[in-house]
């Protein structure tokens, strides 16, 4: 997630055959494991089967109603290739190049690292979002010199890095909005899945650093 615009990815990436996410496929990278494809598929089998009341008004500009067909209907216009990199840094999770079209990767950090199902599932959203190349991919700011929060993926310090938000809808932001109406709004979730997606949801919501939007966010999450 961090420094994703400058990561040039100089390896050519073959592509193996596709695997179904809801209606769609996804072709996977021929580096990545059968570990991982399986553990992808079936992550995205369970965001699919999220059902919920109702979608707070950010929610509803950014994804549409908080349910598992609008979700993966949501990815699966944006990604269409997943791959295994580097992602230019030790401390990278994931990341895009907007020069690869509807593609993210993720590094080792995300695989190797154990998180819950549904903060595996926000990581790939973050990226989808940085797909839409009609937004600039939206762009992260720079954390500020003082910033505290640390990655909740590796421990590694973000001041001075590209790895905040200025916007209510860039993909820290809109991860954090998903993750946040899942915990509140799904009627289907386990107590665990519900807690992970709080704990990930307020982990995240701390990257952005604009006045307006922590406000924007802060009546969002109140909705
Ligand atoms: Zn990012």
């Known amino acids: 997630m961090v420094r994703l615009f ?5 390896l050519v990436h073959f592509v193996s055959p596709s695997y179904a996410i809801g209606s769609a496929d996804m072709q996977f990278d021929e580096n990545v494991a059968t570990d991982l494809k399986s553990q992808v598929v079936n992550d995205f089998s369970f965001l699919e089967s999220i059902q919920a009341s ?6 509803q500009t950014t994804f549409g109603t908080v349910s598992g067909a609008n979700y993966l209907q949501w990815f699966n216009k944006r990604v269409l290739f997943f791959g295994v990199d580097t992602c230019g840094g030790s401390t990278a999770v994931a990341c895009v190049d907007p020069a690869f079209k509807n593609k993210i ?18 990581t790939l959203y973050h990226e989808a979002r940085h797909t839409e190349e009609e937004n600039d991919n939206w762009p992260h700011a720079k954390c500020p010199s003082n910033f505290k929060p640390t990655s909740i993926w590796t421990g590694a310090k973000l001041n001075n890095e590209y790895a905040c938000d200025d916007t209510a809808y860039g993909s820290y932001s809109s991860a954090s909005v998903m993750l946040n109406n899942i915990s509140k709004f799904c009627t289907n979730c386990s107590a665990k899945v519900k807690a992970d997606a709080k704990l990930y949801s307020d982990d995240q919501v701390k990257r952005v ?5 922590i406000q924007q966010l802060a009546v969002d999450f109140a909705f």
Request: net charge neutral.
């Open 6 to 10: 400058i990561v040039m990815l100089a």
């Open 54 to 59: 109702k979608a707070s008004p950010i929610h």
């Open 105 to 122: 990767w993720v590094t080792d950090n995300y695989i190797q690292i154990s998180h819950p199902q549904i903060a595996r599932l926000m």
């Open 209 to 213: 650093i604009d006045n307006t939007a």
